[in-house]
């Protein structure tokens, strides 16, 4: 995962200024607070607010490139925490003959901020809606990053797994869709040689082009991937299953020796709710469908 802080050295320094510059105006300005003056639980519930903005800063910093969104979500969250720092401080400090002036220098930076905030989250909303785009085929009714494959930026089979468990077991939904498991080939080459990243990922776009905006394709493992048909009968999704086929196929591949590497899909079309009629015992639908599809070819 890619470290974006190296992106953001000025936000970084606007960041450390904002939690060094009020300590140092407060230890010259304001006298201390006796030890009786000071309350540790509103110490406690200032400093936690502190700690989230900062967090949260860091977090911005740390994940996302730069851009408007990140630009627009990151001052309004260090108002915020500027604000934050504010207030913890004056926990400390006697600021009695400043009242109002500190009063506003508190509420004026949480005004902005949350101001800010509110259009760098509708700016968020926005993107988020592109991504959104940007997933369908890959990704259905649900998200779990921790289901990403990181080589295609498709999903795994665990995720396969946990959808056809919704989808069997949602009162929403009815076991009729159809399930594609293939395997991709390259001729010429070992069957367990290894397959470039950018192949498989350029394997992953000519199938999301030869399915429905309904459909789900994930990869099982190696060079495995299976494709959920929404709603498809096995006569249906066979055809679009030959259409796949037909597809990469027809691909060429160049090696990095020059050698034209051509591709052989091996793969058999079951329909989901007659596996679920069939499969007797509590093992998980998607472990079922492999296991029934390697006994067919053995």
């Known amino acids: 995962m890619r470290n974006y802080l190296s992106l953001h050295l000025i936000k970084l320094s606007a960041f450390i200024a904002s939690s ?29 607010l502190v700690f989230v903005f900062g967090l949260w800063i860091a977090v911005i910093l740390l994940s996302r490139p730069r851009g408007i969104v990140t ?7 260090l108002f915020l925490y500027l604000a934050a720092v504010w207030d913890l401080l ?25 101001l800010v905030l509110s259009g760098g989250l509708y700016l968020w909303k926005q993107e988020q809606d592109y991504f959104n785009a940007s997933r369908i085929k890959h990704e259905k009714d649900f998200r779990d990053h921790a289901s990403h494959d990181v080589f295609t930026g498709i999903n795994n089979a665990q995720y396969m797994e946990d959808f ?13 869709g159809s399930i594609f498991i293939f ?3 390259m001729m010429d080459r070992e069957r367990d040689s290894i397959m470039p990243p950018q192949v498989m990922i350029d394997l992953v776009n000519v199938t999301g082009m030869s399915i429905r905006s309904n459909d789900l394709i994930c990869r099982y493992s190696g060079q495995r991937f299976v494709v959920y048909f ?3 009968s096995h006569k249906e999704a066979l055809t679009l299953a030959n259409g796949i086929q037909q597809s990469i196929e027809a691909l060429t591949y160049f ?18 709710a007659d596996l679920v009629e069939k499969n007797q015992t509590c093992e998980p ?6 296991r029934v599809h390697n006994s067919a070819l053995t």
């Open 285 to 290: 639908l998607l472990r079922h469908m492999i």
């Open 90 to 114: 004056d926990e400390f400090f006697l600021i009695d003959h400043y009242y109002l002036t500190m009063k506003v220098l508190e509420s004026m930076p949480s005004l902005v901020g949350v």
């Open 255 to 272: 090696a990095s020796d020059d050698r034209a590497v051509r591709f052989r899909v091996d793969g058999a079309v079951y329909e989901v």
């Open 230 to 232: 929404d709603q498809l």
């Open 164 to 176: 056809l468990t919704y989808t069997v077991t949602s009162s929403h939904h009815t076991a009729s």
């Open 183 to 185: 395997d991709v080939v």
């Open 71 to 77: 630009n627009t979500l990151f001052w309004g969250l």
């Open 20 to 48: 060094i510059a009020p300590v140092i105006l407060f230890i010259y300005q304001y006298p201390w607070k006796s030890g009786t003056e000071i309350n540790p639980l509103d110490i406690l519930g200032e400093g936690a």
